[in-house]
């Protein structure tokens, strides 16, 4: 069967059709666990110290630290207009503060959205994003899903432990991607999802947010109590199930140390985690899902994602 | 819009009353590179009635001429010359007022300022009136002077559905029924502001009127009330298209009620359709846009594809069809491929990349797209000073 498609003015002739399935590529499966006991690290663990079963097969695992290797951090900072004033400040210091917690052979990368998003500087030495982060200017809607997407995009596939760590202080209100397919893509990617999430409104915070063209005219504007796709989410909901879904955490930005602390504590955490592969017995198609165990470390608890789609 | 309101500028220069006042000067003062400024100066008045507008515009000009009032029977008295400083007046300020009080109501905070949305809601509505009736009554307004009322009515819809004042909307869209005036816009308006009603948000208010407290139970009236309010929206868009059946606006928005109900066959039908009725590049990447939207929900992923890149093709500075192209690519396990389709969102792009601008955004707005360069077209017909 063809369909066809809009063109400017005349109707292309479609492709011919793929019906059905996705199909991810996934030969090696990695994982990131975090295991903590009475919410410390737990340090020194091996292959030996886990159980791992995929679709309830037990599976022959490797386990690396993360404490020392190379990583890459892939930092998602929602620069609406809610974010402006104070708040974009402290969003510049606690990124800044990120990076500087970073050791020179790791790997940056920077997504700021507002209704836009603005990729880079990619894939770089960690310094290189500071004078990025200098130029942050708050303004228009929040594509947090859109943008979100495009970091998992961004960060899946890659073969090397990569944090997404995601700030977000309101609801989506202009993104294309639906909550559905975001959390489809991240069933298939290895990337952890760890979110910073603030609740306090601003005194700058107009209530709403405004989009003008270039002549300085209005083109739409969206208010708090709506959103584009009229998702009831929230963006702590959103955030919420894409971390769960990834094994990351949620860090509150309103807590003590406000958002430097709670950057700091996620990067922190994931270096703490372990890297754990294996290649799958089992190739079908569709979700597996993965039980990763503690052997004999009582009362501990083991982070990372439940499965993965292949 | 533009050929048929520049009729109406077509008039010899003639002088207008010297009646001056804050708000005249402010109304004067409007026009483009001065909007700013004039809202400005419209707000430092802090009007409260919108009898205060038309005492200015109407009973102090006519009384400048020595008329007791502004109906025809009244101006009959004056002079021939003050009849026509009369009617120079009125053509270089109403289109300039009703413009002023558009960009007014746009300047405000639908959160906070209720008193001047009415207040400008208001005066435009009794405006556009006015407007229609001065070209049908007075001998020295040419008729096609009634074209700015239109225009009027239009950037009014258009600016309310830019606020998403649904009960502003409302009373806007009831008035213009009312007076049995259905165009397209009015329609289109209608449509926009069942989708308001329509939101989530607003069913989830409507719902705590209710005092649901059994959640279960509150969230399966949610779905089914908004259900039953996305196919109310659904309805005025087709009774739209009986009449009107190569409105592309209202196939694009219908498409989307569509995919919100689960219909994609219906949605993709009126999204070819619009391939059909010559869309310009905007039309042309939304439809192209939404229909990679339904063939993913289709599972024709090849499709999928396919549209977005067409859409890419329409409005190449989007970033949408990218993150849409990004994320199928990924889901397919080809995943440098989904970065490479990212590029179009980097900050180091190309001297030559198009501008980044997505009509997306715009098609959250409703009609409001639409408002500035309607705006520009009514500031096409102001008249000068002498």
Redesign the interface.
């Known amino acids: 069967m063809s369909r066809p498609i809009v063109a400017v003015s005349i109707v292309l002739a479609a492709a011919s059709t793929v019906a059905g399935q996705f199909r991810a590529a996934v030969d090696v499966v990695r994982i990131e666990a975090l295991v903590a006991d009475n919410g410390r690290p737990v340090a020194g663990l091996s292959a030996a110290d886990f159980t791992l079963t995929d679709d309830g097969a037990r599976q022959a695992i490797t386990v690396r630290p993360l404490a020392g290797a190379e990583i890459d951090v892939v930092v998602v900072l929602d620069t609406s207009e809610s974010v402006s004033g104070a708040r974009l400040e402290h969003l510049r210091a606690a990124s800044a503060a990120l990076l500087g917690r970073l050791a020179s052979h790791d790997r940056a990368t920077l997504i700021a959205f507002s209704h836009q998003l603005a990729f880079g500087p990619a894939d770089a030495a960690p310094e290189t994003l500071r004078p990025r982060l200098a130029t942050l200017a708050a303004h228009g809607a929040t594509s947090l899903i859109d943008a979100t997407t495009a970091a998992l995009v961004w960060g899946t596939g890659r073969g090397r432990p990569i944090l997404v760590l995601v700030f977000s202080d309101g609801r989506d209100t202009a993104s294309w991607t639906r909550v559905d397919q975001a959390f489809a893509l991240a069933r298939t990617s290895d990337v952890v999802v760890d979110a910073v999430v603030t609740s306090q409104r601003t005194m700058a915070d107009p209530g709403q947010t405004t989009i003008e063209n270039r002549r300085g005219r209005p083109v739409f504007r969206v208010s708090p109590e709506t959103s584009a796709q009229r998702r009831r989410l929230a963006a702590q909901d959103f955030l919420s199930g894409l971390t769960a879904m990834t094994g990351g955490q949620v860090f509150d930005g309103d807590a003590g140390g406000g958002l430097a602390a709670a950057f700091e504590a996620s990067l922190a955490q994931f270096r703490t985690r372990y890297e754990i592969t294996y290649t799958p017995t089992s190739a079908q198609p569709g979700w597996h899902a993965v039980d990763l165990r503690l052997k004999g470390h009582r009362g501990a608890t083991v982070h990372a994602r439940r499965g993965y789609e292949r | 819009m533009l050929v048929t309101l520049g009729i109406v500028a077509v008039l010899a220069a003639q002088p207008s009353v010297a009646i001056r006042s804050p708000y005249l000067d402010a109304v004067r003062l409007y026009g483009p590179g001065a909007e700013?400024e004039a809202i400005a100066s419209l707000q430092a008045l802090r009007l409260r009635d919108a009898d205060q507008v038309f005492e200015e515009l109407d009973d102090k000009i006519c009384a400048a001429v020595g008329a007791r009032g502004c109906l025809p029977r009244q101006l009959v008295n004056a002079s021939r010359d003050s009849q026509r400083k009369v009617a120079a007046t009125w053509r270089r300020l109403y289109p300039r007022a009703l413009a002023l009080h558009v960009e007014a109501l746009?300047a405000c905070?639908?959160?906070?300022d209720f008193a001047a949305m009415r207040l400008h809601l208001t005066v435009l509505l009794r405006l556009v009136v006015r407007i229609d009736q001065v070209a049908r009554d007075h001998r020295d307004i040419a008729p096609e002077f009634a074209r700015v009322a239109t225009q009027g009515r239009r950037l009014t819809l258009w600016a309310l559905q830019?606020?998403?004042d649904a009960k502003g909307l409302a009373a806007a869209v009831e008035t213009f029924e009312t007076a049995k005036i259905q165009d397209v816009d009015v329609r289109l308006a209608r449509g926009a502001l069942e989708e308001l009603w329509a939101?989530?948000?607003a069913v989830?208010?409507s719902a705590r009127a209710r005092d649901l407290s059994d959640t279960f139970a509150r969230d399966k009236l949610l779905a089914q009330e908004e259900r039953r309010l996305v196919q109310i929206a659904a309805r005025a868009y087709e009774a739209l298209l009986v009449d009107h059946p190569a409105v592309l606006e209202a196939h694009l928005r219908l498409a989307r009620l569509e995919l919100r109900l689960g219909r994609t066959e219906r949605a993709?039908a009126h999204?070819?359709r619009?391939?059909?009725l010559?869309?310009d590049?905007r039309q042309?990447y939304l439809?192209?846009?939404f229909?990679a939207d339904v063939?993913?929900r289709q599972?024709?992923?090849?499709?999928a594809?396919?549209?977005y890149g067409?859409a890419q093709?329409?409005w190449p500075g989007a970033?949408?069809p990218g993150?849409?192209i990004?994320?199928?690519?990924?889901?397919?396990?080809a995943?440098?491929e989904?970065?490479t389709?990212?590029a179009g969102?980097?900050?180091?792009r190309a001297a030559d990349a198009p501008e980044?601008?997505?009509p997306?955004?715009?098609f959250?707005?409703a009609q409001?797209?639409r408002?500035?360069s309607g705006?520009a077209a009514l500031q096409e017909t102001f008249e000068a000073e002498p």
């Open positions: 700013r746009t905070d639908p959160t906070a830019y606020l998403r939101l989530p948000d989830a208010q993709e999204l070819v619009v391939a059909g010559k869309p590049t042309a439809a192209a846009l229909l063939y993913e599972r024709l992923i090849a499709n594809f396919e549209a067409v093709q329409n970033q949408t993150i849409g990004a994320r199928l690519r990924a889901l397919s396990g995943h440098q989904a970065r389709a990212l969102l980097h900050l180091e980044r601008s997505d997306w955004m715009g959250i707005g409001a797209w408002l500035p705006i």
